[in-house]
């Protein structure tokens, strides 16, 4: 365990992000109260204190410390590791910010004798500042001085960033961000439920007989929307969860058939549908996407190794990723992507590697690979004693040798975002052949367009064209979202009257 005690609350989630990256398999525990912390050393000695105060001379002192001793009535010890201070007028609180994180990596750096790829960054969108630079008309060296000056990021990820902010400000060339909004639609259901996973969504045996009535709420929402946004340009469509081919296709043709009678397709540029599990997807529910027009869909293997398949709770064979894969192929999709996970439980490089050279015979035309983030509410956390003896680590080694693949394939990154408890510094990247690109995903990633989402655990996003976003969600129970679903559209109408 790591302690972090500050004086004051300020900047928590930027000093536990940062610390955590150096020490991505420490428990680390940042709280500005003093007894609280003491009490945590109390119970278990740490392996580093430190002390972060915002001291009102214009100044912050970083304090790094190592326990010494274990006094009498279970009172620590401590010795002086590192000490920085640091000047700062706390008038500017992004400079403050900027300020501290740097001193805090400095010292970090220099305690561990490490460097990170992504430097002091800890935020969940990288891009956005490379893009916003380049937005200003500013060039792509003083943006490199800016990102390795400020962040410290290293020349390889700078780079990568540039590349995909330029990118994604070609794909979104001609969007409408004023008068054009996205739509997701999420169905809350699942063959199983994945070990990593802490998304609202219920294994679909609990709905058996029910599922009905969540379309039934999910249809008003769909009608107040269509109704209160049919002045705007509907530029995409993501139906995703969950797995929404665990619906029926009977089900699945209700749902589309209601989407292509309330709203108009005149500006529709993408249309997804994640199909998601392999043992969900099945040709009479392929045919149904094809006849209502997808354009985009994803089968998710996750990995190829069949062990790790059964360990996670996915219950789908790598046989069913790739007849499913094929499938789809035959039925004339010719935009899939499919998703991986690095990090999974007991993996190895070379398991990476095998899945890669299964996936490289398939050639999607998307590939999304995803580092490992373990939520508080996913059994890998709750229930960490079933997966003892096994090692969950990602390493630079997977993420470069995942990229090295995408590149063979014709794949280049198109967009980037990182996530709270990934396990690591790392970072989810999705790579995509010229022109299939997903345009929603760079819509919600970068927070350029109005984002109504529908269904349980959904999030609206309003932008606002100074960049203030407000977001408010819909409850993630089903039981519930079914019940208070008048509720729900009114959280709509105030967000976006």
Not at 476 to 483: C, H, Q, T, W
Request: hydrophobic share 40%; net charge neutral.
């Amino acid at each position: 365990m790591i302690t972090v005690c500050l004086n004051k609350a300020e900047f928590e989630y930027d000093i536990h992000s940062l610390v955590k990256a150096f020490y991505p398999e420490k428990d680390v525990k940042v709280f500005a109260d003093r007894e609280k912390i003491e009490k945590l050393e109390q119970e278990r000695m740490p392996w580093l204190h430190m002390e972060v105060a915002f001291c009102g001379e214009g100044r912050m002192e970083l304090i790094l410390c190592l326990p010494a001793e274990e006094l009498a009535g279970g009172e620590s010890s401590f010795r002086l590791a590192a000490k920085r201070i640091v000047e700062t007028d706390f008038s500017d609180r992004k400079a403050t910010k900027n300020k501290l994180k740097q001193a805090l990596y400095q010292m970090l750096s220099g305690y561990t004798g490490r460097t990170l790829p992504w430097g002091a960054l800890t935020g969940i969108r990288p891009v956005k500042i490379p893009m916003s630079m380049l937005e200003q008309g500013i060039g792509e060296d003083k943006v490199r001085d800016y990102m390795a000056g400020t962040y410290f990021a290293t020349r390889q990820k700078i780079n990568l960033s540039i590349e995909i902010a330029k990118r994604e400000m070609e794909v979104l060339q001609g969007i409408d961000y004023k008068q054009g909004y996205s739509l997701y639609v999420g169905i809350p259901f699942c063959p199983s439920i994945c070990s990593y996973c802490s998304f609202s969504s219920s294994p679909i045996g609990m709905w058996e007989g029910k599922t009905d009535s969540y379309l039934d709420a999910l249809d008003k929402e769909l009608t107040y929307t269509a109704s209160s946004f049919s002045h705007k340009k509907l530029n995409t469509i993501y139906i995703g969860g969950g797995t929404p081919t665990t619906l029926s296709p009977s089900q699945l043709d209700r749902l589309l058939s209601w989407i292509a009678r309330r709203f108009s397709f005149a500006d529709l540029l993408e249309y997804t549908v994640e199909a998601g599990r392999p043992d969900s997807i099945t040709r009479e529910k392929l045919n149904v996407l094809r006849e209502h027009g997808i354009s985009r869909i994803s089968i998710n293997p996750q990995t190829m190794k069949q062990e790790t398949l059964d360990l996670i709770g996915r219950r789908h064979t790598v046989g069913q990723a790739i007849e499913s894969f094929w499938l789809a192929r035959e039925l004339g999709f010719d935009n899939i992507n499919m998703d991986l996970i690095l990090g999974l439980p007991g993996e190895t490089l070379e398991d990476v590697r095998g899945t890669m050279e299964q996936v490289k015979r398939l050639s999607p035309d998307n590939l999304t690979v995803h580092s490992l983030a373990i939520k508080r509410a996913a059994r890998l956390k709750m229930f960490a004693e079933d997966y003892e003896g096994m090692e969950i680590q990602n390493s630079w080694d997977m993420v470069d040798l995942t990229a090295a693949y995408a590149r063979e394939l014709g794949l280049s990154p198109y967009y980037l975002y990182r996530q709270k408890n990934m396990a690591g510094n790392f970072e989810n990247v999705g790579y995509a052949r010229p022109g299939k690109a997903g345009l929603y995903n760079i819509l919600m990633m970068e927070e350029k367009q109005d984002i109504v989402a529908l269904g349980a655990g959904s999030i609206s996003k309003r932008v606002y064209p100074s960049g203030q976003i407000e977001r408010v969600e819909n409850v993630k129970d089903v039981a519930l979202y079914i019940g208070k679903i008048e509720e729900m559209i009114d959280r709509k109408r105030k967000l976006f009257i």
